[in-house]
């Protein structure tokens, strides 16, 4: 069974930083692009980044370019986001998801993230 | 990116069949086979029912079915149940590694 498990979410001040982590299990992690997708209280679901299997090739959707950081750490099964000059606009779950083809096969839990002063 | 466009809100009675839109552009629903359907309920996190346009995970009932024409995907739920209430989303493939959601549709059964 595939096990998607985020932490590290929390309120932290405009400007701030904060790294996510998602703990994976139940598949061959190192063969599967990961994605995180974010999602408003009480919005819509957004993309905002992928990284390959290997973790040599990443992309960021432009609202977060810049300032987000994609990795992973396939001997841990470790997917990261680093965070960075975080914005009120910023707030949000954010979810791990595997990725298929075209799709997102599988989703966490989900992280709360609040940037608030 | 700008979000794909679906209807705020759709209802019908419990049986009836209801259809959701998806309407892109020629870079993203327009461009490629990659629409996928996900389904959330209240609270909970998004579920897959849709990919590739119009196939169906294993569990998916077959109730739930997809097309595209040009820019536009559909989700059509047939045969509408009392536990298909929830928030629908789709989602495309916009090249260059990237996606785009819709901007969610509210199914009520009433």
């Known amino acids: 069974e595939v096990q998607l498990l985020e932490s590290g979410g929390g309120l932290v001040q405009p400007g701030g930083s904060l790294r996510l982590s998602c703990a994976a299990s139940?598949?061959?992690?190192?063969?599967?692009?990961m994605s995180w997708v974010r999602q408003a209280p009480g919005k819509g679901l957004e993309w905002v980044s992928v990284i390959s299997g290997s973790g040599d090739s990443t992309y960021y959707a432009d609202s977060v370019k810049g300032r987000f950081t994609i990795s992973r750490d396939n001997s841990k099964n470790t997917l990261y986001f680093q965070m960075n000059t975080l914005r009120v606009e910023d707030t949000a779950i954010y979810y791990c998801?595997?990725?298929?083809?075209?799709?997102?096969?599988?989703w966490g839990q989900g992280t709360l993230v609040t940037v608030s002063s | 990116q700008s979000a794909l466009t679906q209807p705020r809100s759709v209802s019908g009675s419990p049986g009836q069949s209801v259809t959701i839109s998806c309407t892109g552009t020629?870079?993203?629903?327009?461009?490629?086979?990659?629409v996928s359907w996900y389904q959330q309920d209240p609270g909970k996190v998004p579920k897959l029912m849709i990919y590739d346009v119009s196939k169906r995970p294993s569990g998916v009932p077959d109730r739930f079915s997809g097309s595209k024409s040009g820019n536009t995907a559909s989700l059509t739920i047939s045969g509408l149940q009392a536990e298909d209430e929830a928030d629908f989303y789709c989602c495309s493939y916009a090249g260059s590694n990237s996606y785009v959601f819709g901007t969610g549709t509210k199914v009520t059964v009433v």
């Open positions: 139940g598949f061959n992690f190192r063969r599967e692009p």
């Open positions: 998801a595997k990725e298929g083809t075209g799709r997102f096969l599988e």
């Open positions: 020629s870079s993203d629903v327009g461009a490629y086979t990659y």
